[in-house]
């Protein structure tokens, strides 16, 4: 949930008419950011950021993530926020474990549907009928999920053969999809480590090796709900309650069903998001193995704007970064690093451009100038001289001196982007590699820096996390 | 009868009505699942014995610190999820502080305690910044900021590391300095019946927290603040720095959460200190309703439920996580109560209006048909 200003809004001029952006645009974007990322691997000494291993974890790590953003859309869509989608994934990966080992995978991936359902009913039951706070509701069923998938976990696998309390036996494979004389010549491409186009092969080699009929599933529930939501009747009623319910119960439609139903159905897709978890990511269900994974979902939803292509470009982002430190996270999150400095420092260009000459010129010498100072200092600091403490008070001093003067300017926000980006770029400079602690961490700050970079650019449905009573339209 | 009187005392009455149907809820769930019912009160309901008293109390200490924190943003409508994360980076740098002993005894003490307050204050100002100026749900950024303040603390324990036992595969900081602990309290005979002096401290940030809501400016922005941002922003009331020092108020409490465990038990911060303490302050601050008593009553409650549970494996052999299902049950019937009695005192209040209105009129006005044959 972005929050919208609560600065009293003077009467706004229509916004400006913005052009669709076009399907092929999509893919430009991903062989762009494929390009870059290759281009990253040339510039640092990370080697892995592009490999096929590295893409099919994080179509691994992107899936769960995905179907907990789909998930938040329905119910945001319906106007219903619903950050317990957390416990409905708790939840799933319990169903799945424990309808999977009883009865096959399939009903697994059944059982998971279900009990994510269950948490989504109980979220339904409070916030529709009871009208109780979204988030109130929310952090209740994450409270009870946690405790009842403990408790019921105790119950179903203590005793088992390779299960306990906290452990799930091992459970049934779900069937994976391996194209394999294709996947072996795309494994040559790749292996030739051709300036792009083995990353193209890398990518293509990931979606037909042993590619996982779940993830297959998660992309099309993208396509399904972009089909669903905007391209039936049914979709424009339902969003037409988290945009104005009483002008949607004006217009005939039962706002309460469609919001009851929606948030449902994001039950049901947290917990299928649950059931990857236990079932393909892993073999088996285990205890915190959601790991807020639920409310990166959420994010990623957010950041997405609300839009089921902008959920998955949100998931991909978190589920990539999260694959990223878990995998050579030393060095490919520090190369990361250099991305962000000069993602930030690109930015800060591109704000500048608007203002006059002269201003882009001086940002232009700023960052000029800076870049090699930071590489300067950076080597300094990595070998280790005295007085390394004072130099960067000093700077941090400085910075915040200059962004305490400029507060009120126009230019604030880009002079606060060169600020960042340097600061990335020096941080860069003065070490070899992240240590492990930070780079677990990597998914999250990135949902930081992208909701702040991000956040006033997006629109939420205008009633998300309204409470809404039958009977209060007219 | 008084609508106020009785709005009153649906609102007393709700929180118990809800405990008895979440009461209900739970044994189905107990039968449901094959477990003895009857064994399973029997051991929650008994009086506690001194030694599961103390820790009872010392539990509601830590979870109503816990709760006061949370409730100081739920007064302005801010969600602060982060009091986890914020009281682990507080404790581990009051932690440090106080073992570094720069100053001595209760110096020190006060010196480590205003530290964690900072650094708290200023981990949860990160998520206030970013609300107030970036737009970012605090809800969001403070989840987030609970799984950094994992992987910081971790990093930060290891460049703080105290001199350790021979053979522990614990990491702790440095020690306290005897002088700089706060003595516990007994409350019967022998080192298991002692609770944390913190508990005074506790008292005080109760007292603190009624004071600065209820009778002052700040306060009064505050509330305003919650209940309505535009007209908040109508009376002049800075709504961008308002969210900024509530969030940093949320997280100086915050910081308070760990320490009662720093200078009453452990006497420094290692990598078994307890976790979920933020978590249940949420659940804490909704069943009290924010109101200074409400939510020492709900820590209460949840520290009885969690002590009164530890003995089921062996007394009943049932799994002690239902009592995190009893507590989420509890928080959710508990709200939704509150909202139910909420709903059905404003329909009496309307009622009762409509009622006056009409009687006034009937009193007032002579029958309108006299009037119009008059006038003809």
Same mark, same amino acid.
């Given at each position: ?45 990370? &080697? !892995? ?5 590295? +893409?099919? %974890?994080? @179509?691994? #790590?992107?899936?769960?993530? /995905? ?124 292996? &030739? !480590? ?5 990353? +193209?092969? %890398?990518? @293509?080699? #990931?979606?037909?090796?042993? /590619? ?263 | ?376």
């Amino acid at each position: 949930m972005s929050v919208p200003d609560t600065g009293i809004a003077p009467i706004a001029a229509p916004p400006p008419v913005r052009r669709r952006i076009p399907v092929w645009w999509w893919a430009v974007a991903l062989v762009a950011v494929l390009a870059l990322l290759s281009l990253l691997e040339v510039l640092t000494d990370a &080697n !892995d950021l592009t490999s096929s291993g590295t +893409i099919r %974890a994080t @179509l691994i #790590a992107t899936t769960p993530i /995905l179907l907990a953003a789909l998930g938040g859309l329905w119910s945001e869509r319906a106007g219903v926020v619903n950050i317990g989608l957390e416990g409905m994934m708790i939840l799933g990966t319990f169903g799945a474990a424990w309808w999977a080992y009883e009865y096959g995978a399939w009903v697994g991936v059944v059982g998971a549907i279900i009990f994510g359902c269950l948490g989504g009913l109980l979220h339904a039951i409070a916030t529709v009928i009871f009208g109780v706070d979204h988030i109130v509701s929310g952090v209740a069923i994450n409270i009870i999920a946690l405790g009842a998938t403990q408790y019921l976990a105790a119950i179903t696998f203590t005793g088992l053969k390779g299960g306990g309390p906290t452990q799930s036996p091992p459970l049934p494979d779900l069937p994976a999809l391996t194209i394999e004389p294709l996947a072996d010549a795309l494994g040559d491409v790749e292996d &030739n !480590d051709i300036f792009l186009v083995s990353e +193209i092969a %890398a990518l @293509l080699r #990931a979606l037909v090796n042993d /590619l996982s009929v779940m993830v297959v599933i998660a992309l099309l529930l993208v396509f399904v709900t972009w089909f669903l939501l905007w391209r039936t009747a049914f979709g424009l009623r339902l969003r037409s309650c988290g945009e104005s319910p009483v002008a949607a119960e004006t217009l005939g439609v039962n706002v309460l069903r469609y919001k009851f139903v929606a948030v449902l159905i994001s039950g049901g897709l947290a917990g299928l998001g649950g059931c990857f978890l236990a079932m393909v990511a892993s073999s088996s269900y285990r205890d915190g193995q959601t790991g807020n994974r639920g409310y990166i979902g959420l994010a990623a939803m957010i950041f997405g704007n609300w839009r089921p292509g902008g959920a998955l470009a949100g998931s991909g982002l978190f589920g990539y970064t999260e694959t990223l430190g878990l995998r050579q996270g030393g060095s490919s999150v520090h190369a990361l690093l250099l991305a962000i400095a000069a993602i930030a420092l690109a930015f800060a260009m591109w704000q500048l451009r608007k203002a006059n000459r002269v201003a882009l010129i001086v940002g232009g010498a700023v960052i000029v100038v800076g870049l090699p100072l930071t590489y300067v200092l950076g080597d300094a600091l990595k070998e280790g001289f005295d007085g390394e403490g004072w130099v960067l008070l000093g700077l941090l001093v400085v910075a915040t001196v200059v962004l305490v003067l400029l507060r009120r300017h126009e230019y604030f926000a880009a002079v606060l982007l060169v600020l960042v980006g340097l600061a990335f770029a020096l941080l860069y400079f003065s070490i070899d590699e992240v240590p492990g602690d930070f780079t677990r961490m990597t998914p999250y700050l990135v949902t930081l820096l992208v909701l702040a970079f991000a956040a006033q650019r997006l629109r939420m449905p205008a009633a998300d996390g309204q409470i809404y009573r039958k009977g209060t339209a007219g | 009868m008084n609508v106020r009187v009785l709005r009153l005392g649906l609102g007393m009455i709700a929180p118990f009505l809800a405990l008895l149907i979440s009461f209900g809820i739970i044994s189905l769930i107990l039968i449901a699942a094959g477990d003895p019912v009857g064994a399973v009160w029997d051991q929650i309901l008994q009086w506690p014995e001194r030694r599961n008293l103390s820790n009872i109390i010392d539990k509601t200490t830590i979870f109503y610190l816990s709760g006061i924190a949370v409730a100081i943003g739920f007064r302005m409508n801010l969600f602060n999820i982060g009091v986890e994360g914020q009281f682990l980076v507080a404790a581990l740098v009051a932690a440090v502080v106080g073992g570094e002993a720069w100053v001595s005894g209760y110096l020190n003490t006060a010196l480590a305690i205003i530290a964690g307050m900072v650094a708290g204050a200023l981990y949860a100002g990160i998520a206030g910044v970013l609300r107030a100026y970036r737009g970012v749900s605090e809800v969001i950024s403070t989840i987030m900021l609970n799984s950094v303040a994992v992987g910081l603390t971790a990093f930060l324990l290891r460049q703080f590391k105290g001199p350790q036992p021979e053979g522990s595969f614990i990491v702790t900081t440095k020690q306290l300095p005897e002088s700089s602990w706060i003595p516990n309290i007994s409350i019967g005979e022998g080192a298991a019946t002692e609770i944390y002096g913190f508990i005074y401290i506790a008292v005080f940030v109760g007292l603190a927290y009624w004071f600065l809501i209820n009778k002052t400016r700040f306060g009064f922005d505050l509330r305003a603040t919650g209940q309505s941002m535009t007209a908040a922003v109508a009376s002049g009331i800075n709504t961008k720095r308002m969210i900024v020092t509530a969030m940093l108020l949320s997280g100086g409490f915050a910081g308070l959460v760990g320490l009662p465990y720093i200078f009453g038990e452990y006497h420094s911060y290692g990598s078994t200190f307890p976790a979920g303490l933020g978590f249940t302050g949420i659940a804490v601050a909704l069943i009290g309703r924010n109101h200074p008593i409400g939510v020492a009553l709900g820590a209460f409650l949840f520290a009885f439920l969690d002590e009164q549970t530890n003995a089921l494996q062996i007394v009943a052999g049932v799994s002690p996580e239902i009592v995190k299902i009893m507590q989420g049950v509890i928080l959710l019937t508990v709200v939704i109560a509150y909202e139910v009695v909420r709903r059905f005192g404003v329909r009496i209040e309307q009622q009762m209006v409509s009622r006056e209105l009409e009687r006034a009129r009937a009193e007032s006005t002579p029958p309108p048909a006299d009037e119009k044959e008059a006038a003809r």
